[in-house]
Nanobody
Framework: QVQLVESGGGLVQAGGSLRLSCAAS????????IGWFRQAPGKEREFVSG????????YYGDSVQGRFTISRDNYKNSVYLQMNSLKPEDTAVYYC????????????????WGRGTQVTVSS
């Protein structure tokens, strides 16, 4: 299996930017499609963005389309989420997750999860 560790979260003002990283160890990283999810207090975990094994097929949730960019570097066993034009409603714990399936946005399709990193956007 693969182990995932998120980093890069923090406190930022509305309109600012953050770059999250997800570092993987264990089984070959290039085997997995990777997704970013987020969960705010009292809300369900929400799909943010995903990327295929080769990095050629990024896709996004409607709420972040045009503001967030996902990328991956299989040589560094890492996936990144560049978050621009942040809004207070982006405040959540952000998780990266690994899936054997391409193009998935459902939590249940992801088998391996990191512990998350907190992102707080102040107004």
């Amino acid at each position: 299996q693969v182990q995932l560790v998120e980093s890069g979260g923090g406190l930022v003002q509305a309109g600012g930017s953050l770059r999250l990283s997800c570092a993987a160890s264990g089984r070959p990283f290039s085997m997995y499609n990777i997704g970013w999810f987020r969960q705010a207090p009292g809300k369900e975990r929400e799909f943010v963005s995903g990327i295929s094994q080769t990095g050629h097929l990024p896709y996004y949730g409607d709420s972040v389309q045009g503001r967030f960019t996902i990328s991956r570097d299989n040589y560094k066993n890492s996936v990144y989420l560049q978050m621009n034009s942040l809004k207070p409603e982006d405040t959540a714990v952000y998780y990266c997750a690994a899936s054997y399936w391409e193009g998935e946005m459902e939590v249940s399709k992801y088998d391996f999860w990191g512990r998350g990193t907190q992102v707080t956007v102040s107004s």
